[in-house]
């Protein structure tokens, strides 16, 4: 009950790339929200992904932040500080039996998708075939102490079966049913970090409580997942706002690989924030 007592929101960018217009939309969005509900709008690092993240990528996000006028409570949540609480939540849905070592590659998940061809789509293509899913305890327990690498999954039709039907309220297209089925049975901890991007943003909106979570429309199909985790794991539910993605003059996404219109380009170039935030047309 208490994380409504504070209303808040978040932005909650992956310090892989130079922040850009898009970026300069979402946290302005959020933190309007936030003034609009009389909460907090909190920072957070989402940087469990190693190989991407880099802490010159973190530090310019302050900066360019703090540029744009925007201000948050310290200290910043940094999702790499908490892979032990994470574990713990991970720990939890396992004791409950509802997940599953995978040992396949990428390479064997395509071969056998590629055997199915009505194998379901979700938003990020062919859902996972559930190899594993099936595979013999024993078996399993042997290629883990065997020292075999494999991910976590979640056992999504047990998981659905377990919390019945759900909804969740999104401020701007009303109530939504969760598909849980949408995404199949997503992964909880990757091979090579010990979490994925589900499980620490369901766990940190909650241990933050964040009461309204803001993020792009390109990710309203995660929300369909975290609502299924956070009622596993007796978190609170949030209502959720899911913004419009800008767009270039061409009419596709902004994205970090775009490196013309970074913020700290535009504002080399000159540009100001209130030239950055008419131009967003927010
Ligand atoms: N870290 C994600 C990103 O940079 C955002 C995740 C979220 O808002 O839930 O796209």
Sequence with gaps: MDSFLTASTRFA??????????????????????????????????????????????????????????????PVVRQSDRFSLYGSFLHTLEEGGLTYPCFCTRKEIRAEVANAPRAPHGPDGA?????????????????????????????????????????FTDLDRGEILVRPNSCGDVVLARKDVPTSYHLSVTVDDALQHISCVTRGEDLLHATHI?????????F???????????MDPQGR?????????TLRTLRAA?????????????
Aim: proline letters at 8%; a positive charge.
């Design 226 to 234: 975290h609502r299924v985790l956070q009622t596993l794991l007796g």
């Design 127 to 167: 859902l996972y075939p559930g190899t594993c899913k099936n595979l013999d305890p024993m078996i399993a327990r042997d290629r883990i102490a065997a020292g075999q690498v494999h991910a976590i999954r979640l056992h999504m039709n047990k998981a659905a079966h377990m919390t019945g039907p759900l909804t």
């Design 13 to 74: 960018p992956s310090p892989s790339g130079f922040l850009h217009f898009g970026h300069a939309n979402g946290a302005q969005f959020y933190a309007r929200h936030a003034e609009r509900i009389g909460g907090q709008f909190l920072l957070r690092i989402e940087d469990i992904d190693p190989t991407r993240s880099k802490p010159e990528y973190e530090q310019a996000i302050y900066e360019d932040l703090r540029w744009l006028g925007l201000t948050w409570p310290e």
């Design 253 to 261: 996404r902004y994205a970090k690989r775009d490196k013309a219109i």
């Design 236 to 246: 609170p539910t949030p209502v959720y706002r899911h913004h419009r993605l800008l």
């Design 270 to 282: 000159g540009l100001t924030p209130a030239d950055v935030i008419e131009r967003i047309g927010l």
